[in-house]
């Protein structure tokens, strides 16, 4: 199998409650028995809302993953938290499946990617820190989160399940090769690897302006998601976090702007990777 096929590997869709589904996927890390998770979400009820959309690499089995759990028909939201392609990959799909679903995003997403995507503006609901939406036996309560890598970035946080959607927040790599089963809670994480995860994506692959962060006032950010008392923590590149080990996992992140910068893989790590691979 080529190389480039094995970057990616479907698993089944995690249900995490009743009405939280987590839809899962991963890519392997170069040169290391690593990967990052790449995930999305279904809540179903009243008004079902899929939240973020996967990777455009991953297309058919995201879609077969999500229309088990959601008829198209029936889905009510699309919630897009950021552009990255992660995150987008499957919105035109979706959006044209899903004829009676309304985008929630922000403006400033639909402003750095209407180059790419042609948003359909009368089926869009611009939402911004702060906000809520009621769908129907819940509400979405809309939130900026502690760290981010575009000024599109929102999260949302399920009143009724009590399911926090962190988006990039709390994102590592976690172990894992080909064919191996994925990690499916932190708590089956070494506590120190997961730090270390968290502390490296968090700085080199997320974040960097965080090391220049005020620290007070960053770890202040971080204590008004942990004061939301969530039942879990879902994001797009972690296991989830359940509640008994959020304030872990809160602790960790509000160290970040005052964590020592980790060393970040340079032109030294590509040349061993492309030796290794025989390039």
Same mark, same amino acid.
């Given at each position: 199998?080529?190389?480039? !096929?094995?970057?990616? %590997? ?18 392997? *890390? ?16 009243? %008004? ?7 990777? #455009?690499?991953? =297309? ?15 889905? =009510? ?5 950021? %552009? ?7 919105? !035109? ?24 995507? @042609? ?17 129907? @036996? ?7 989160? #502690?760290?981010?890598?575009? #000024? ?7 009143? =009724? ?11 590592? +790599? ?12 932190? =708590? !089956?994480? @070494?506590?120190? +690897? ?25 770890? +202040?950010?971080?204590?008004? /998601?942990?004061? /939301? ?17 959020? @304030? %872990?996992?809160? !602790? ?6 005052? *964590? #020592? ?13 492309? *030796?290794?691979?025989?390039?």
């Amino acid at each position: 199998m080529p190389a480039e !096929e094995l970057r990616f %590997e479907h698993h089944p869709f995690q249900r995490i409650g009743p009405d939280v589904h987590l839809i899962q996927d991963v890519q392997f *890390a170069l040169g290391q028995p690593l990967c990052v998770p790449i995930n999305s979400a279904v809540l179903t009820g009243q %008004e079902p809302v899929i939240i973020d959309t996967g990777s #455009p690499r991953n =297309r058919r089995q995201w879609l077969d993953d999500v229309f088990s759990i959601v008829e198209p028909e029936d889905v =009510r939201w699309v919630f897009v938290s950021h %552009e990255d392609a992660d995150h987008t990959g499957n919105l !035109e799909t979706v959006m044209a499946r899903c004829p009676n679903a309304t985008l929630l995003c922000s403006w400033a997403l639909v402003e750095r990617f209407s180059c790419v995507y @042609d948003f359909p503006l009368h089926r869009c609901r611009w939402v911004a820190d702060g906000d809520t939406v009621d769908i129907g @036996d819940r509400q979405l309560a809309v939130l900026r989160p #502690p760290i981010f890598d575009s #000024p599109s970035t929102l999260s949302v946080f399920d009143t =009724r399940s009590r399911m926090m959607w962190a988006t990039d927040t709390f994102a590592t +790599a976690i172990p894992g090769t080909p064919g191996s089963a994925l990690t499916q809670d932190v =708590r !089956e994480l @070494d506590q120190q +690897a997961w730090r270390d995860g968290m502390t490296l994506f968090g700085i080199h692959g997320l974040a960097p302006w965080v090391s220049m962060a005020d620290p007070c006032r960053f770890a +202040a950010n971080v204590t008004t /998601l942990q004061r /939301l008392d969530p039942s879990v923590v879902l994001t797009g590149h972690s296991p989830p976090i359940h509640a008994n080990r959020v @304030d %872990e996992a809160c !602790e960790i992140l509000g160290s970040l702007a005052e *964590a #020592p910068v980790p060393p970040c893989p340079d032109q030294s790590v590509l040349d061993l990777i492309l *030796a290794a691979m025989g390039d």
